[in-house]
């Protein structure tokens, strides 16, 4: 079945940086887009980013581009979120998601907390 199992959350203060990691089984790995999604509290889920299937394409969210990198090795079965220059407001529980043959699968989520 497929799996999503995300690392590399944490604390960390204004202006810092982390890389969130998501591990991916189940499906072929190599033929599927991937995005990185994230619901603060209180609010919905948004769209963070998006890389095609060999990384050729990247689309992201206006509130983090220029400070955010969506990468990915196939032959790891891994995606990577690298999140620079952090900000109080990408607090959020961040998860990635695939979707395969018409369902949306999603990881169990990464905490990322930002403080001033």
């Known amino acids: 079945q497929v799996q999503l199992v995300e690392s590399g959350g944490g604390l960390v203060q204004a202006g810092g940086s982390l890389r969130l990691s998501c591990a991916a089984s189940?499906?072929?790995?190599?033929?599927?887009?991937m995005s990185w999604h994230r619901q603060a509290p209180g609010k919905e889920r948004e769209l963070v980013a998006f890389i095609s299937s060999a990384g050729g394409r990247t689309n992201y969210a206006d509130s983090v581009k220029g400070r955010f990198t969506i990468s990915r090795d196939n032959a790891k079965a891994t995606v990577y979120l690298q999140m620079n220059s952090l900000k109080p407001e990408d607090t959020a529980v961040y998860y990635c998601e695939v979707r395969v043959r018409g369902f949306d699968y999603w990881g169990q989520g990464a905490q990322v907390t930002v403080s001033s």
């Open positions: 189940g499906f072929t790995f190599s033929t599927n887009g």
